[in-house]
């Protein structure tokens, strides 16, 4: 049973901080591409961050640059997306997308794998 886990979603105000955590029983979830989607209420989609396989390489969304950092522990079968200066308009359900299988960079479907989500709401 292939599973994808988010956690660590809740309710804080603006400026702070939550982090977020991924875990997977893929077939080879530490040596897959970890990607975090969010999609706000009445809105698309949309890509947050990736990271490679060995944690390497990372890739953000230019709105996330400098309050996000998403890292992994490969030992541990984790990834994480830890989220500062938090604003409203960071309000939204956070997914993990695991293995991308789409040549688009930064797909906002594009993924083998998904979790439920988690809810993040951001009061003002």
């Known amino acids: 049973q292939v599973q994808v886990l988010e956690s660590g979603g809740g309710l804080v105000q603006a400026g702070g901080s939550l982090r977020l955590t991924c875990t997977a029983s893929t077939p080879a979830f530490s040596d897959d591409d970890v990607t975090w989607i969010r999609q706000a209420p009445g809105k698309e989609r949309e890509f947050v961050a990736s990271?490679?396989?060995?944690?390497?390489?990372?890739s953000y969304a230019d709105s996330m640059k400098g309050r996000f950092t998403i890292s992994r522990d490969r030992t541990k079968n984790l990834v994480y997306l830890q989220m500062n200066n938090l604003q409203p308009e960071d309000t939204a359900d956070y997914y993990c997308?695991?293995?991308?299988?789409?040549?688009?960079?930064?797909?906002?479907?594009?993924?083998?794998?998904w979790g439920q989500g988690t809810q993040v709401t951001v009061s003002s």
């Open positions: 990271i490679s396989f060995n944690g390497d390489y990372t």
């Open positions: 997308a695991v293995h991308r299988i789409s040549a688009v960079a930064q797909s906002v479907d594009g993924y083998r794998y």
